[in-house]
């Protein structure tokens, strides 16, 4: 018998058939994105809707879970059931390939061949690129590994990793590979923080004459870097490009990708 229930729909603005009663119960859970607690009346003021029916909804949230009573105030906060979910949808982000597909474009845009790294011991190890049609770039391969501190890509990431991290990394010496490599715990240091500060680093033939890189960092929700991403221009061919423009382009890039990882700073 389907006279006892009533299943209101309406059409979604693409197109599809929506179910007012799920509609209305996801449109609750929105309601406690700025403010962490909610009575029903606080709800059904928001919601336009009348206290019954918020309690019907909220009462079924409830026995799955989505929402959670506070005992002290009778008012309402986000169950556990979300943040386990939440939890799966990270876990299942394949965030490598994602960077990947998300700067092809940048790699049709732009003469340079995109890196994605990551980092072991000290170390860059790239894990995929993008290589544009000429690329005449000879310092990096798919599964090699670099030095951080002379790399976009490595100071990306060592500019947010942990203070004891970067403490071991300043243990030993810093490498000079080319004579604009960076030598001195001071001028790292300096380096580090001004990429704190703008989300960008560069590589300006540190780590091979004639390559220049721009360079970001992905982080994960805790805020450290799970990859970075860097675009390689040889021989002279960023002075061809909006340097400004491609450093925009590369931020909002690697946001998004933080943001699926949820990162929220």
């Given amino acids: 018998m389907h006279d006892k229930i009533t299943i209101a ?31 029903i009346s606080e709800l059904s003021a928001e919601m336009g809707l009348h206290k019954s029916t918020v309690f019907g909804l909220v009462n079924t949230l409830m026995s799955f879970g989505y929402l959670e009573q506070i005992e002290s105030t009778k008012k309402y906060r986000l169950g556990m059931t979300l943040f386990e979910m939440g939890e799966l949808v990270l876990n299942r982000i394949d965030i490598r390939n994602e960077a990947k597909e998300r700067c092809a474009p940048l790699a049709q845009k732009y003469p340079a061949t995109i890196h994605i790294a990551t980092h072991n011991m000290g170390e860059v190890i790239y894990v995929d690129k993008i290589d544009c049609n000429n690329s005449l770039i000879n310092s990096s391969n798919v599964g090699r590994r670099a030095l951080m501190h002379c790399t976009g890509v490595g100071k990306a990431m060592l500019a947010y990793l942990p203070e004891e991290y970067l403490d071991q990394y300043l243990h030993f010496p ?15 240091l300096e380096e580090l923080f001004e990429i704190r500060k703008t989300g ?31 675009l390689s221009f040889p021989y002279g061919r960023i002075k061809n490009v909006d340097l400004q423009q491609v450093k925009r382009e590369l931020l909002t890039c690697t946001q998004e990708l933080s943001a699926r990882l949820g990162f929220r700073g």
């Fill in 9 to 39: 729909r309406q059409e979604n603005r693409r197109g599809g058939v929506q179910i007012q009663s799920v509609a209305r119960a996801l449109e609750i859970l929105k309601c406690f994105t700025a403010t962490s607690e909610l009575g």
């Fill in 174 to 188: 810093l490498k000079k590979l080319t004579p604009n490599t960076i030598e001195t715990k001071e001028a790292l």
């Fill in 200 to 230: 960008i680093a560069m590589d300006r033939e540190e780590i091979e004459e004639g390559l220049t890189c721009v360079a970001a960092p992905i982080l994960q929700k805790d805020g450290l870097p799970e990859l970075a991403i860097s």
